[in-house]
């Protein structure tokens, strides 16, 4: 059983910075895919992020240059360094594990708010 664990939100003002933690357990295949997706009220649920097990990324448009996505593959854990904060930015940001369409895995979600 596979469990993805995130923490690292919270309230910010506009310009701030918060990082995104997500931690998996059980058992994985090493060659995978890490993904930061995000939902706000209202909308649908849009991809903000994506890497590979060797590293390569890719981001939204709307994230290009203020969000950085990594990860420690001997931690099981992957990081979205968030700068640069806008309003828009505010959602529930879930963390997503795959590497087979038998294997896709979701985090239970956390709260990220852009507010002043």
């Known amino acids: 059983q596979v469990q993805l664990v995130e923490s690292g939100g919270g309230l910010v003002q506009p310009g701030g910075s918060l990082r995104l933690s997500c931690a998996a357990s059980?058992?994985?295949?090493?060659?995978?895919?890490m993904r930061w997706h995000r939902q706000a009220p209202g909308k649908e649920r849009e991809l903000v992020a994506t890497?590979?097990?060797?590293?390569?990324?890719s981001y939204a448009d709307s994230v290009k240059g203020r969000f950085t996505i990594s990860r420690d593959n001997a931690k099981n854990t992957v990081y979205l360094q968030m700068n640069n904060l806008k309003p828009e930015d505010t959602a529930v940001y879930y963390c997503?594990?795959?590497?087979?369409?038998?294997?896709?895995?979701w985090g239970q979600g956390t709260q990220v708010t852009v507010s002043s």
């Open positions: 059980g058992s994985i295949f090493s060659n995978n895919v």
């Open positions: 997503n594990l795959v590497w087979d369409r038998r294997n896709n895995y």
């Open positions: 890497i590979s097990s060797g590293s390569t990324t």
